[in-house]
């Protein structure tokens, strides 16, 4: 069992996912310098990495700025719409902030941080998610696919217990698509050494 499902369980939580955990967060969480976040390749424990330090920093985002839930909506981790724009406004908080970077790079920051509200608020307008409920963006069906499933409201209850589901449930999903990643390859290593074993025994008795 992982230290994130641990915290599912309720015997020993991980104090990643505690509630000091969601906490304000003004600080880089990594003494590496930011590289960019690829959320459709991360493995399971890079994502639980990137999920919780995400998390903690949108947090102290909101905070800190006063945002609402127009433009920095509750359950934001559950419209990749929203993650992306939050997780690359994340990275270029980092990058501005910087030690080495320009007095000026925090500027640049603020001025493109108006840009991305702005984008978010759009998004959150069209996909319908709010303070006390939650429904999933809808999807536009191009000619010859099968009709959505129309979204339907769903009340948001507890937050943080919504996220930590959530996470647990794409950390296992990831894992179980590595799973299938390496049996495939081991299935396929193992049937090219099979080919190859009659040529290397015919090759042997020659000598």
């Not at 419209?79 to 939050?86: R, S, T, Y």
């Not at 493109?112 to 978010?120: E, G, S, V």
């Not at 319908?128 to 499933?149: H, K, M, S, Y």
């Not at 990643?181 to 099979?194: D, M, P, V, Y």
Request: aromatic letters at 10%; proline letters at 8%.
């Amino acid at each position: 069992m992982t230290s994130a499902a641990m915290a599912s369980v309720g015997d020993e939580p991980d104090p990643a996912y505690s509630a000091e955990s969601f906490d304000d967060n003004d600080g880089a969480s990594s003494s590496e310098p930011p590289r960019p976040v690829n959320w459709n390749l991360l493995t399971a424990d890079e994502a639980e990495f990137e999920w919780i330090r995400l998390n903690r920093w949108v947090n102290w985002l909101r905070r800190t700025y006063g945002l609402s839930a127009s433009v920095v909506p509750p359950l934001w981790h559950r419209h990749p719409e929203l993650v992306w724009e939050l997780s690359a406004l994340h990275l270029h908080w980092l990058c501005a902030y910087e030690p080495d970077q320009h007095a000026s790079a925090p500027f640049g920051w603020h001025h493109d941080f108006a840009d991305a509200r702005q984008r978010l608020h759009d998004w959150i307008s069209a996909c319908g998610t709010r303070l006390d409920t939650d429904r999933a963006t809808r999807q536009t069906c191009w000619p010859g696919e099968p009709p959505p499933i129309a979204p339907q409201d769903a009340k948001i209850v507890n937050r943080d217990v919504d996220f930590v589901e959530f996470v647990l449930d794409d950390i296992d999903r990831r894992r179980e698509a590595e799973r299938l990643f390496f049996e495939t390859a081991s299935r396929a290593a193992g049937a090219t050494n099979r080919t190859k074993t009659p040529f290397a025994r015919v090759t042997s008795s020659e000598l």
